[in-house]
């Protein structure tokens, strides 16, 4: 079955870029998403085929998906963006996720 | 469009854990209508699909287990999960999931209900 890999956690310091990444065999040649979810919250979808965001999703979300691995980044990180991360795509006609990654706002 | 999931939040061992989402402000047609878990202190996962045509597909790790159904006149989808254990404690989200159907196809969960506490004990 197809897998999907995040680094556990990422940190990043205020006003800050906020990289996270997602791997996957030839995850180019598929569409990635990305959700966001905060503590006790349900996951809000905030990129989705690769690079275009939802409406109301802030700007500073961006995505790009190329060879192995799809990218989350988070331009001018807030600590409203503290949350887990999770990757997704579709494969032979079922839903992966991510493990997910804890972005932490120091 | 809303999706509110209902059912009990307590199961016991080897019993049969059963959940309803409703849908409200829209209708079942033209989605992938979902069900995800997420156990305590970990990552999603997916559990399964109804299409609107009622076409289904599981993840292989519960298939033997799981039924997803539609019930277009009531716009509630429902999920039953057989001969539960502990591991199948979680909080228990419905979504809509929608396809971009392409060169490669896109599909994504662009609406999510609150999600339910499921305890599995004795």
């Known amino acids: 079955s197809y897998e999907l890999t995040q680094s556990p956690s990422v940190s990043v310091s205020p006003g800050h870029t906020a990289t996270i990444t997602c791997s996957g065999d030839k995850l180019g040649n598929k569409y990635a998403c990305w959700y966001q979810q905060k503590p006790g919250q349900s996951p809000v979808l905030v990129i989705y085929?690769?690079?275009r965001r939802p409406s109301g999703i802030p700007e500073r979300f961006s995505g790009s998906n190329s060879g192995n691995t799809a990218t989350l980044a988070i331009s001018g990180t807030q600590a409203m963006d503290e949350a887990d991360y999770y990757c997704?795509?579709?494969?032979?006609?079922?839903?992966?996720f991510g493990g997910g990654t804890k972005l932490t706002v120091l | 469009v809303q999706l509110q999931e209902s059912g009990p939040g307590l199961v016991k061992p080897s019993e049969t854990l059963s959940l309803t989402c409703t849908v409200s402000g829209g209708s079942t047609s033209d989605y992938y209508w979902s069900w995800i878990r997420q156990p305590p202190g970990k990552g999603l996962e997916w559990i399964g699909f109804i299409y609107y045509s009622g076409s289904t597909n599981y993840n292989s790790s519960l298939q033997s287990r799981v039924t997803i159904s539609l019930d277009t006149s009531k716009n509630q989808f429902s999920l039953r999960l057989s001969s539960v254990t502990a591991a199948d404690t979680a909080v228990y989200y419905c979504?809509?999931?929608?396809?971009?159907?392409?060169?490669?196809?896109?599909?994504?969960?662009?609406?999510w209900g609150q999600g339910t506490p499921v305890t599995v004990s004795s």
């Open positions: 979504a809509r999931g929608t396809a971009v159907v392409g060169p490669a196809d896109a599909y994504y969960f662009d609406l």
């Open positions: 997704q795509a579709w494969d032979s006609s079922t839903w992966v």
């Open positions: 085929q690769d690079s």
